[in-house]
């Protein structure tokens, strides 16, 4: 079992910053494939980042390439997103998910957060 816990995440103004944070519980975290995912109000979660087990590459959704970057603390167990040029379209429920295989998709994702909050106002 993998416990996941993520912090960071308040109100912003359009165009500031955040960083938000996954500590994980396991022992093996360099053994997980590892992704943010968001869910706005209404809408079906969404794929925002993940990375590979060492770090080394990275994937992207389209709304977010080039103002989000997700990275990694293997010795520490953390994964980061920081969060740049925040929108008001980037307001969700963000959570940290890990896999064992790299991917994108939803479903392929064994183990959860609790999600923390992001909201952007104009």
């Known amino acids: 079992q993998v416990q996941l816990v993520e912090s960071g995440g308040g109100a912003v103004q359009a165009g500031e910053s955040l960083r938000l944070s996954c500590a994980a519980s396991t022992s093996t975290f360099s053994g997980y494939f590892m992704a943010w995912f968001r869910q706005a109000p209404g809408s079906e979660r969404e794929f925002v980042a993940s990375?590979?087990?060492?770090?080394?590459?990275?994937y992207y959704g389209d709304s977010v390439k080039g103002r989000l970057t997700i990275s990694r603390d293997n010795a520490k167990k953390m994964l980061y997103l920081q969060m740049n040029s925040l929108k008001p379209e980037d307001t969700a429920v963000y959570y940290c998910a890990a896999t064992e295989i790299p991917t994108a998709k939803e479903y392929e994702y064994d183990f959860w957060g609790q999600g923390t909050q992001v909201t952007v106002s104009s």
């Open positions: 990375i590979s087990w060492g770090g080394a590459d990275t």
